[in-house]
């Protein structure tokens, strides 16, 4: 069952699709029956829990350890004995082109190794994980992939590397700059500022050396209404974020940066 949700799942549910799947696999007609998942950590766990399935799909990779079902769903699915096939491991290819020092970190541990690598290595070495999916676009990337995954022991990561995967992601949440949770405590805004958004666009553009997706991203917003030049600094969203940020302050930042 592709990209569940909580709704799309009980919807599934109630018109019969689950059992009738289920009673396919009896009859020999499916091997197995899975999911792959795109919500919240308790609407997978509601999921997961409904019977024992044969395998789950969820989106996971070394910085992206707390979104959707996250690390907390892979060790859940690992504990029913569910094995887990891992989409995102390289989140869209912007962990396969780390800014230079953090490129430079990976190369010096293992100069043979693409930063990719590192990346597919971390999630392969799971254990429970059944497959890892790989976007490639090159006959160098699927050569590059095969020679990861070719023997099983390769993707295994021992102590220093784990602790060097752990300080590259450190690393990379330094560069953010609002501290901004995604709770989204703060919205609506009066103005209609989406301000989570704005903070992730700006945080995701400095971790990646990547300017113009801010620019981008303001861009559209600007066309919407909903950028920070519709501040009036009415300091409703401050008041109500658990983070105590400058939010006002921040905005400004923000939209400073992208110009």
Known sequence: LHT?????????????VVDWCLDLQRQGRIRRFGFSFHDTYPAF?????????????????????DEQAGMKGYELAAAQGVPVV????????????????LEEALKAAAPGRSAASWA??????????LTVLSGMSTMEQLDDNLRIFAHAEKTCMNDTEKKLIADVKAAYLSRMKTGCTGCRYCQPCPRNVHI????????????FDRLETLKRSMARRQENKEDPSQCVAC?????????????????????????
């Open 45 to 65: 766990e509601e999921i997961l829990s409904h019977h024992q399935w044969d395998f789950c799909q969820i989106q996971l990779n070394y910085l992206d350890r």
């Open 120 to 129: 597919l290595r971390w999630v392969g070495a799971l254990p429970g994980v």
């Open 196 to 207: 989570p958004d704005i903070f992730h666009a700006w945080d995701e553009s400095l971790m």
């Open 235 to 259: 300091g409703k969203c401050e008041k109500a974020c658990p983070q105590h940020l400058p939010i006002v302050k921040l905005l400004k930042e923000a939209d400073q940066a992208a110009k």
């Open 86 to 101: 891992i989409m995102e491991p390289v989140k869209g290819g912007l962990l396969a082109a780390l800014p230079e020092d």
């Open 4 to 16: 569940l949700n909580r709704d799309r799942f009980r919807k599934m549910a109630e018109l019969g």
